[in-house]
């Protein structure tokens, strides 16, 4: 047999043999998709419609969404977990008539990817079951992130920087992991999703900066109060705990936090009724509790002038602004001058500046009818002349009136006859300290509001 009749039984052989393939090929896909099409992400090449049906059928319990955490910490979520279930609108049947069986061949080079609407159901109660389980959420495995913060060094303030920690928004990741399914998206970075709890602040953030700066620029003011013997200094730390940072990242002082300051100061230093304990008349200790004279730190004033120390850079070393009470802050108020009237002898001295003025019998409140003058340390409230006392059923006039409690006072009674004894008992005043005319004359010359009234039993 000749070369030529060889070559053409060959040649057609080859044609019998590719028109068999493509002929039966293409009786295979009239009832089959093309071997390389896809069904949103799934394959069905060389499925009947009723095959890949049954495959949509079972995504669903099939799928596995691989989870990466910090750290590449891999856990996975199972649909079956959580009744995941994925369905199309679209007819199979329907798509697969859209494909030409003939033309086969060229789904061989490009892949056929069917355009459908999926829809996706869940058992949501289950995915949120699921979620928790995970080892993300273990207790024992969660670090807590931590701001950048401002500490002090012993010289300055500076920034610690934050760390990240591993705590995920359990909320965030359910919204990321539904979005996932919605997409069929099987592989989920969970950093970079930003399921991840930040710290409020980091080490670069301009507010903490502009902060750190502040408390650094307001240590430079030194700021010490004297009470008395006694000094008490502001340390920097203190300082830098009065800055704070607002919602709008402004680094400001929280004047707030000045005041708590100083009310500790003044709970620690205030005398204002306090008990007070002072060798008498009589040579004993005696005890007085109670009354309005004292020393207390104005907080306002103080306050205000803390701002304006600190924003000007002026250093304070002083004693502190205080209500008026006593003009300065002393450790023993009852000292040089005060006015002492023992309840029970009825007795008043006077001493002003270490010397006594005058003493005597004196006739404090009614016991009997219970205007009993009470005990405590007063500041005088204002002194007067020639004044007209009123009250129920009386108008008496007086030389020289002296009121320290209310409506209670030091005057002259000179239409008493005497003083002292117990006549106080059944014959006493309203609650006034009623004085001979020359004790209460001896007394308004000299006594201010610097001067302590102690009245006691």
């Known amino acids: 047999m000749n070369k030529g009749v060889v070559n053409s039984l060959i040649k057609a052989f080859i044609f019998t043999v590719v028109a068999s393939v493509y002929a039966g090929a293409t009786l295979f896909f009239k009832d089959s998709f093309y071997f390389r099409t896809i069904l949103s992400d799934l394959k069905i090449g060389g499925k009947t419609a009723e095959a890949a049906q049954m495959a949509i059928n079972q995504k669903g319990e099939n799928f596995e969404l691989s989870l990466y955490g910090r750290g590449v910490n891999k856990q996975k979520l199972k649909g079956k977990d959580f009744e995941l279930n994925y369905s199309i609108q679209e007819d199979l049947n329907d798509l697969k008539e859209e494909q030409n069986a003939f033309a086969w061949p060229i789904a061989l080079i490009k892949p056929d990817k069917l355009k459908v609407t999926e829809d996706v159901s869940f058992n949501e109660e289950r995915l949120e079951e699921a979620i928790a389980k995970l080892d993300y959420f273990k207790e024992t495995k969660i670090i807590e992130p931590v ?69 650094n620029q307001y240590i430079q003011t030194k700021i010490t109060y004297v009470f008395g013997s006694k000094e008490e200094t502001v340390t920097p730390e203190e300082i830098g705990s009065w800055v704070a940072i607002d919602n709008q990242g402004e680094a400001s002082i929280d004047e707030s936090k000045i005041r708590e300051h100083l009310s500790e100061l003044d709970k620690k230093y205030s005398t204002l009724g306090a008990t007070r304990k002072f060798k008498n008349s009589y040579g004993q200790m005696a005890t007085v509790t109670g009354g309005d004279y004292g020393w207390q730190l104005s907080i306002a004033d103080e306050t205000k002038a803390i701002m304006e120390a600190l924003k000007s850079g002026q250093s304070i070393h002083r004693e502190p602004i205080a209500t008026v009470h006593s003009q300065e802050y002393r450790e023993n108020e009852i000292s040089n001058s005060y006015v002492e009237i023992n309840l029970t002898t009825q007795h008043l001295w006077y001493y002003y500046n270490g010397k006594l003025v005058t003493q005597g019998g004196i006739v404090t409140g009614d016991q009997r009818r219970g205007y009993s003058t009470p005990q405590g340390t007063y500041r005088l409230t204002y002194k007067q002349r020639n004044a007209t006392l009123t009250g129920p059923g009386y108008s008496t006039p007086v030389s020289y009136w002296m009121p320290f409690n209310g409506g209670i006072g030091i005057h002259d009674a000179v239409w008493r006859g005497s003083f002292g004894g117990t006549i106080y008992k059944t014959n006493g005043s309203h609650g006034c300290v009623n004085a001979p005319y020359n004790m209460a004359k ?16």
């Open 147 to 215: 701001s950048a913060e401002i500490v002090f060094n012993g010289t300055e303030f500076e920034i610690t920087p934050e760390q990240d920690g591993n705590k995920l928004n359990k909320q965030k990741v359910k919204e990321t992991v539904i979005e996932a399914l919605n997409n069929s998206t099987r592989v989920l970075s969970l950093e970079e999703s930003n399921c991840y709890e930040e710290p409020e602040f980091y080490a670069d953030d301009e507010r903490l900066i502009a902060a750190k700066d502040l408390m």
């Open 442 to 457: 001896a007394i308004y010359q000299t006594i201010d509001e610097t001067i302590p009234i102690v009245c006691y039993y």
